[in-house]
């Protein structure tokens, strides 16, 4: 995806920076939102080295914005919120019924299927 390192460097700090700081968002839909991406862009501009940014009129330095909306992209179709939540009722847990079963009905999250 990245054939630059240097744009793999940002795009491994705009991974980190969305783990560390944007993983409690609603969707990871919301990483696409201007502020958001705002954010990340501020936020991965802080942590990668002058080296990694290039020193001026030496090399072409990386947009740093342009990494940050392809990899929070990637992130968003490929790693973003896996996960769901079952919230099952106490009383309607018994011996006959399975955890798939339970699943099916009790899904609540970001996978497909899920009720929101």
């Given amino acids: 995806m990245f054939d630059d390192p240097k744009a793999r460097e940002v795009a491994k700090a705009t991974l980190e920076v969305i783990r560390r700081e944007f993983e409690r968002l609603p969707r990871s839909a919301d990483l696409a ?11 991965v501009k802080e942590i990668i080295t002058p080296a990694q940014q290039e020193l ?15 990899a929070t992209t990637h992130e968003k179709q490929h790693g973003g919120k896996p996960w769901t939540y079952l919230l099952i009722p106490h009383d309607v847990i018994t011996d006959n019924k399975t955890l ?11 996978a497909p299927g899920g009720k929101r």
């Avoid at 939102?33 to 936020?43: A, F, L, N």
């Fill in 56 to 70: 001026e009129g030496i090399a072409e330095p990386v947009n740093v914005a342009e990494v940050v909306a392809k």
């Fill in 100 to 110: 798939q079963g339970l699943a099916a009905t009790y899904t609540y999250g970001g």
């Fill in 33 to 43: 939102k201007p502020e958001i991406q705002k954010q990340i862009v501020e936020k």
